[in-house]
């Protein structure tokens, strides 16, 4: 492989700009797509060069494998990154980008084929010797032996699809009467989502722990792990809070489960950047799957290692060998990720797409806020509700606490609801603070009720969207109001019990 000069970036937002960004520091120029309702977006104004994908639904621009080889062609690219989401783990499409000619930088073709399908992916670690939650090694289809097969892996289950990811195709069961709706349904999301509608049944652990291990590996068979992150703090299946190392996770386990780790990447020749995911309960983990590309929340490691992933996926698919060795990975303080979406927790977290009437992003010591918007930007309806990623690093995980909450304090995005607070409710929780988190966090400790009961519904829209106006007068403590008392809860860590 030879030196890249020219990368197409095959994604939009955040994490094109968060490419973009890297390519600038190996003085690479950049080609950013866009769908025409994405025109205006950051990534389009900050690369070199940009081009439209036409008008339309995702699959008619970001998930376009024709146009984007077209476009990577017609700009003369000698190399395409896919970010995250859309196509950045189909087999097909880096099949393409490497037939055309053109430097993937994600995994090889095989590696992806070998660990997209959830099936498969369970045999591989398994092989490594990683413990796998008890399920069907097979496909199962909506009959009496599916529910045979739920009776011998025991209830609760989870049914999965086989292909795809990102919390969607899964659905827990807790009865047998309801196994077979829940397949056919699932089924039915999963052809919709991913165009392939396997699915397979595994034992639902409750009240566990996510886990992840960040890995890297070159061409020449080195591999590295950066560590963990934990991603408990979650909805729908899909996270909200990041952050690494795990409150929950020892260095004996981290080295234990990180070499097993390494040794599933080794085994099916895994090259660039890749995620293990596990659960994790009482002291034991259980395979989950690998995401064959870059993750959303690779900044709370880049944080507490130093490292530049991005950067270093680029090194590597130039053909450079790894940086780093493990003994070059230490993990130095604590750091929290806050996803910030356009999305309504009072409302189910519903998306709430607009126009960003202003802005105000935090900034300082230890603090980094990951985004593509600005003031006047419409965000698109049609794409994930994530505006940015606030990212603070701390010596240790309760100063990476305090300096998250005043960050978000700082933050003020106005022109729709946000989650913000949310995550400062979140933030001031006790057994947050304590460290005790789980996949069911947010129901256990009732933190959309705790929400509702604190402020009224004008005043909760009004802090959701960040506003801070002389206008917005709130009561004072003469009218026995809580705000003041809230806020020294939630500054001391006592918001909720």
């Given at each position: 492989?030879s030196?890249?000069n020219?990368?197409?970036?095959?994604?939009?937002?955040?994490?094109?700009?968060?490419?973009?960004?890297?390519?600038?520091m190996?003085?690479m120029?950049?080609?950013?797509?866009?769908s025409?309702?994405?025109?205006h977006?950051?990534?389009s104004?900050?690369?070199?060069?940009?081009?439209?994908?036409?008008y339309?639904t995702?699959k008619?621009?970001?998930?376009?494998?024709?146009?984007?080889?077209?476009?990577?062609?017609?700009c003369?690219?000698?190399?395409?990154?896919p970010?995250?989401?859309?196509?950045?783990e189909?087999a097909?499409?880096?099949?393409?980008?490497?037939?055309?000619?053109?430097s993937?930088v994600?995994?090889?073709?095989?590696?992806?084929?070998?660990?997209?399908g959830?099936?498969e992916?369970?045999?591989?670690?398994?092989e490594?010797?990683i413990?796998?939650?008890?399920?069907t090694?097979?496909p199962?289809?909506p009959?009496?032996?599916?529910v045979?097969?739920?009776?011998?892996?025991?209830f609760?289950?989870m049914?999965?699809?086989a292909?795809g990811?990102?919390?969607?195709?899964?659905q827990v069961?807790?009865?047998?009467?309801?196994?077979?709706s829940a397949i056919?349904?699932t089924?039915?999301?999963?052809?919709?989502a991913f165009?392939?509608?396997?699915?397979?049944?595994?034992?639902?652990?409750?009240?566990?722990?996510h886990?992840?291990?960040?890995f890297m590996?070159d061409s020449r068979?080195n591999?590295?792990?950066l560590?963990?992150?934990e991603?408990?703090?979650?909805?729908?299946?899909?996270k909200?809070?990041?952050?690494a190392?795990s409150?929950?996770?020892?260095?004996?386990?981290?080295?234990r489960v990180?070499?097993?780790?390494?040794?599933l990447?080794k085994?099916v020749?895994?090259?660039?950047?890749?995620?293990?995911e596990f659960l994790?309960?009482?002291?034991?983990?259980?395979?989950n799957?690998?995401n064959?590309?870059l993750?959303?929340e690779h900044?709370?490691t880049?944080?507490?290692t130093?490292?530049?992933?991005?950067?270093e996926q680029?090194?590597i698919a130039?053909g450079?060998?790894?940086?780093?060795?493990?003994k070059?990975?230490q993990i130095?303080?604590h750091?929290?990720?806050?996803r910030?979406?356009?999305?309504?927790?009072?409302?189910?977290?519903n998306?709430?797409?607009?126009?960003?009437?202003?802005?105000?992003?935090?900034?300082?010591?230890?603090?980094?806020?990951?985004t593509?918007?600005?003031n006047?930007?419409?965000?698109?309806y049609?794409?994930?509700?994530l505006l940015?990623?606030?990212i603070?690093?701390g010596?240790?995980r309760?100063?990476?606490?305090y300096?998250?909450?005043?960050a978000?304090?700082?933050l003020?995005?106005t022109?729709?609801?946000?989650n913000?607070?949310?995550?400062?409710v979140?933030?001031a929780?006790k057994?947050?603070?304590k460290?005790?988190?789980s996949t069911?966090?947010?129901?256990?400790?009732?933190?959309?009720?705790?929400i509702?009961e604190?402020?009224n519904?004008?005043?909760?829209?009004?802090f959701?969207t960040?506003?801070r106006?002389?206008k917005?007068?709130?009561p004072?403590?003469s009218?026995n109001?809580?705000?003041?008392?809230l806020?020294?809860?939630e500054s001391s860590g006592r918001?909720?019990?």
């Open positions: 492989m030196e890249l020219r990368l197409l970036i095959a994604n939009r937002g955040e994490i094109a700009v968060r490419i973009i960004r890297a390519a600038k190996m003085e120029d950049t080609i950013a797509v866009y025409e309702q994405d025109k977006s950051m990534h104004r900050l690369a070199d060069d940009a081009k439209s994908l036409g339309g995702s008619d621009t970001y998930l376009n494998i024709d146009k984007l080889i077209k476009l990577a062609e017609d003369r690219a000698d190399a395409i990154h970010g995250y989401g859309f196509l950045s189909r097909d499409f880096a099949q393409r980008v490497v037939d055309a000619g053109f993937w994600g995994p090889p073709v095989d590696a992806i084929k070998k660990l997209g959830k099936l992916s369970r045999k591989i670690a398994a490594a010797g413990p796998v939650t008890p399920g090694d097979n199962v289809l009959d009496q032996d599916a045979q097969l739920a009776k011998e892996i025991g609760p289950i049914v999965k699809a292909y990811g990102g919390g969607l195709g899964m069961v807790r009865d047998e009467d309801e196994l077979i056919k349904r089924s039915k999301q999963a052809e919709s165009g392939r509608s396997e699915i397979f049944l595994e034992r639902f652990v409750e009240k566990t722990r886990i992840e291990f960040q590996a068979g591999v590295v792990h560590g963990e992150r991603c408990s703090i979650q909805r729908r299946h899909q909200l809070i990041e952050e190392p409150p929950a996770i020892n260095e004996e386990e981290r080295e990180g070499s097993l780790v390494k040794k990447a085994n020749g895994y090259v660039n950047a890749g995620t293990a994790y309960k009482d002291g034991e983990f259980f395979f799957e690998v064959a590309r993750q959303v900044p709370v880049e944080m507490v130093g490292k530049d992933l991005v950067v680029l090194r130039s450079k060998r790894l940086s780093w060795r493990q070059d990975i130095k303080g750091a929290i990720e806050m910030i979406n356009a999305e309504d927790p009072l409302n189910n977290f998306p709430c797409p607009g126009r960003v009437s202003n802005s105000v992003l935090p900034v300082g010591f230890g603090v980094r806020f990951d593509h918007i600005y006047n930007y419409e965000v698109p049609e794409y994930d509700s940015g990623k606030l603070v690093h010596e240790n309760l100063q990476a606490i300096r998250a909450y005043y978000l304090s700082e003020a995005i022109g729709f609801p946000t913000a607070a949310f995550h400062r979140v933030l929780n057994n947050f603070h460290g005790n988190t069911s966090f947010i129901e256990e400790n009732n933190v959309i009720p705790y509702k604190a402020f519904r004008r005043v909760a829209a009004a959701l960040g506003i106006s002389s917005m007068i709130l004072n403590r009218q109001s809580n705000w003041k008392d806020g020294r809860r918001g909720l019990s």
